[in-house]
Every structure is written in structure tokens, then in C-alpha cells.
């Protein structure tokens, strides 16, 4: 039996001011042709479907038209809530969507909705249990929970598993020990932490909500991460969908499809001169997501606006010199009677910007210096 691990599409996001949608759209038709290629049984998708809980019209309806050309297919679909989503819309209907092979986690109440499919192999059950927190748990369960991880733990205890079974979970949390990158959301002091011991029972477990592809404690504890880089850390990163093949109980092989952008997400660094040089961008994409750093002493004025004519996705612009290499303090320049104005303000922009005026800076001061001292007089 095949599956296809996905998580975290994060449909109807916003990086910078710039809609992702038509990235999204584009990376969804791409898994799309994987799935009538491969014919995977069912789609493992492990929480943060959508970016927010209330999400945009067009993001709805870009899950719309997924789910329906996977059921057109006979694809199945497993399905759990995120903590970017909401519960409950997630849910919605769920009763009605299982007679085409779409199945979503309920809202936590104590249980956790199972799927049993079959092969030659024997049975194969699918556990759909949504992001939880402490409270919730307590709450259904009543039992005590003053973190993740025994909320988690707890959770798992109360469901049922048929140990020759080959047993899935679906699940959106974070485990102790995997990487994570800047655009997921961080719990401070390790709160959010679950053990991979919890997961003893399992043969594999699909997870979300870490943005990296990996595999946590053992190789089927896996994060697939994003099919799309959502944040500059993620840059060097390989998105694709992990292709999870069972067996016999005991036998799982593990492999991935690499999946291609639309637009890329790069870093660039180096003077405005080296940036905009076409011999240095000609035959790359200029439509990619671009941050760029300067290695410029002076600022360009307009920089953003200017990098944008050759790199009209550029989101970042930053700059790393002398100046914003020492982080300085400006304190109350000393024997302020005994100064000139110049002497002041050289001292100001020293310390400003960790080097010296150049003459050409020094003139321009000393001409408006002039001219300030001459409206002076005119009053």
C-alpha cells in the first residue's frame, strides 16, 4: 500500500505583502501529476492546510480543487487540523466527505477517528489526530496534562491499536530534536516538546508542522515539510513529498519526488555594482523570491525600489558593513563648549557608522553648516 505524506501547504499565505497563491496553485497541479503517475492508495496530510484560521475565499477554493481531483482519481484523503487552522471548519462536514475517500480528524474529544483499509498484507489503520493542547485534553480525557507531551501521551494511550495491524498516525506537533526554521511558530522554553518514544506503537507516523523535511528518532517518524519555502531560512532546502510504501508489518520503504517551483526562494550578497551587473543574472530566474544583502559602506539610496527593476520579487534588502557589523551605542558627546559643530557631528557619524567622514561628506557638512548659520542670522 502507497501513500503520499504532505503537510503544511499553508494555502492563502502572505510572505512579505506578497500573496503566495499562484505559487501554491502551481505546486499543488505538480502533485497532482505525481499522484495520477504513482497512483498512491491515499494522501497522508498532516495539519496547517490553511495559514490562518478563517482563510481567504481563494484559498478554500484552491482545496476545493484539490480534494476533488484526487477523489476523481480514487485517491484517498487522510486529513488533520493544524494550529494555524481552524478545528472545527476543518471538520466541518466530515461525515458527509467520507463517502468519497476524504476523511478529516475530528475536533478533539477523548477519541481519535481511525480508517481501516486492507491489502494482501493484511489490514492497514489510519489514526487522525489533530493539533491538541494540554487543556483540551484535561478536559476530555480528565485526566492531568501540564504540557504537550503528556497531553500527547495521554491522547495516544486512549487509542485503540491492533498490534498485527500496521498501524499510521497522522499527527501536527513538534518533537524533541527536529530542526526547525524561522517561519514556524515557536513555543518559548520547549513547552511545546513531545518525546518520539510516544510514538512506540506506530509503524509510521506522518507529521506536521516543521517545515524541513526529516526524520525524528527513527526514520518512520517523519516530517515531509512544505512543498513550498516560506521564509529565506528555508533557502537551501530540497521541497518534495515523501512516497511511503508498506509491505508486510515491519517493512516500510521511504522515498521522495522532488518538487520544482514556480518561483524559487534565493538568497543574493554582494556590492550594487555585482548585483546588477547583467553578466551575473542573466540565465537565472529575476522572478524568484529574492533577499538580497548589500556589502556597500555607503547605502543606496533607493536601493529597494532600484533592485526591483532587474529582481521584481526582491522582499528583503540588508545590509552587512562596518556599520551594521558593531552595534554601537550614541552617547552624549563629552566637552560639548569646547567643540566645533563639525568635530560634533564627525563624532556622530563615526560612532553612526563605525568608520570616517570621507572630504567629499566633510564638504557637504561644512556647506550646510554654512548655509544653517546664515538663515540664522537672516531672522
Known amino acids: 500500500m502507497i501513500f503520499f505524506h504532505l503537510s503544511d501547504l499553508h494555502l492563502g499565505k502572505r510572505l512579505n505583502e506578497f500573496s503566495l497563491l499562484e505559487d501554491q496553485k502551481y505546486i499543488l497541479n505538480q502533485i497532482l501529476e505525481s499522484a495520477y503517475r504513482e497512483r498512491p492508495d491515499g494522501v497522508l496530510l498532516a495539519g496547517d492546510i490553511y495559514d490562518k484560521p478563517v482563510p481567504p475565499i481563494e484559498a478554500v477554493q484552491m482545496f476545493d480543487a484539490f480534494l476533488t481531483a484526487l477523489v476523481e482519481r480514487g485517491i484517498r484523503v487522510f486529513a488533520v487540523s493544524g494550529n494555524h487552522d481552524s478545528a472545527e471548519r476543518i471538520a466541518f462536514g466530515a461525515r458527509l466527505m467520507q463517502g468519497q475517500g476524504v476523511y478529516f480528524s475530528s ?13 494482501r498484507y493484511g489490514d492497514v489503520t489510519v489514526s487522525l489526530l489533530p ?7 484535561r478536559h476530555a480525557l480528565e485526566e492531568e496534562a501540564a504540557n504537550v507531551q503528556e497531553a500527547v501521551a495521554a491522547a495516544i494511550r486512549h487509542i ?8 499510521i498516525l ?10 526547525r526554521c524561522d517561519s514556524e511558530e515557536v513555543t518559548v522554553g520547549g513547552l511545546d516538546n513531545v518525546d518520539a518514544s510516544v510514538f512506540d506503537g506506530f509503524d509510521y507516523v506522518a507529521l506536521g508542522h516543521i517545515h524541513g523535511p526529516q526524520s525524528v528518532g527513527r526514520d518512520t517518524v517523519r516530517y515531509c515539510g512544505t512543498p513550498l519555502k516560506y521564509s529565506f531560512s528555508e533557502a537551501d532546502q530540497e521541497k518534495s513529498v515523501t512516497v511511503v510504501e508498506l509491505s508486510e508489518k515491519g517493512t516500510i520503504q521511504l522515498r521522495t519526488i522532488p518538487l520544482i517551483p514556480l518561483r524559487d526562494m534565493r538568497r543574493l550578497r554582494g556590492t550594487y555594482e555585482e548585483l546588477t ?10 522572478e524568484d523570491y529574492i533577499q538580497v544583502t548589500l556589502t556597500d559602506e555607503e547605502d543606496v539610496p533607493d536601493g529597494m525600489q532600484k533592485l526591483r527593476v532587474i529582481y521584481p520579487n526582491l522582499m528583503r534588502l540588508e545590509y552587512d558593513n562596518r556599520r551594521t557589523r558593531t552595534d554601537q551605542t550614541v552617547e552624549a558627546a563629552q566637552d560639548v563648549p569646547r567643540r566645533t559643530e563639525m568635530e560634533l557631528f564627525e563624532e ?3 560612532l553612526q557608522n563605525n568608520q570616517i567622514m570621507n572630504e ?11 548655509e544653517l548659520k546664515e538663515g540664522e542670522g537672516a531672522v
Open 107 to 119: 475536533v478533539y474529544d477523548g477519541t481519535v477517528r481511525q480508517v481501516t483499509l486492507s491489502d
Open 131 to 137: 493539533f491538541i493542547r494540554p487543556i483540551q485534553v
Open 160 to 167: 485503540p491499536l491492533e498490534p498485527s495491524a500496521r498501524n
Open 170 to 179: 497522522v499527527a501536527h506537533q513538534f518533537v524533541t530534536g527536529a530542526m
Open 277 to 286: 551587473l547583467r553578466s551575473n543574472y542573466e540565465g537565472t530566474n529575476t
Open 348 to 350: 556622530f557619524y563615526e
Open 360 to 370: 567629499e561628506q566633510r564638504e557637504l557638512v561644512r556647506k550646510l553648516l554654512t
